[in-house]
Nanobody, 122 residues
């Protein structure tokens, strides 16, 4: 198990940018695939992006591809989500998750953070 803490959320105007961070505890961070999910008001939790343990593979949901970038720094035990050209529909609580494989299903991830709120105003 790994403990995860997200930060970097906030209120931003449409078209703006935010960078989310997810700090992990434990010495095995580099062995995990890391994902970002989000849950908007009245919506189910949905996949956003995933990165494999080494950082050489990334995958995004269609709605954020080209606007969001997932990256990781294994020396700092941290994964990032750079979000550009934000839209009101990106408003959600964003969660990072750690798992054994870089999948898109929530069931692929066994450890979750508490989430950070991102609000995009129009």
């Amino acid at each position: 198990q790994v403990q995860l803490v997200e930060s970097g959320g906030g209120l931003v105007q449409a078209g703006g940018s935010l960078r989310l961070s997810c700090a992990a505890s434990g010495r095995t961070f580099s062995s995990y695939a890391m994902g970002w999910f989000r849950q908007g008001p009245g919506k189910d939790r949905e996949f956003v992006a995933v990165i494999n343990w080494r950082g050489g593979y990334t995958y995004y949901t269609d709605s954020v591809r080209g606007r969001f970038t997932i990256s990781r720094d294994n020396a700092k035990n941290t994964v990032y989500l750079q979000m550009n050209s934000l839209k009101p529909e990106d408003t959600a609580v964003y969660y990072c998750a750690a798992g054994g494989v870089p999948g898109t299903a929530a069931s692929s991830f066994g450890s979750w953070g508490q989430g950070t709120q991102v609000t995009v105003s129009s």
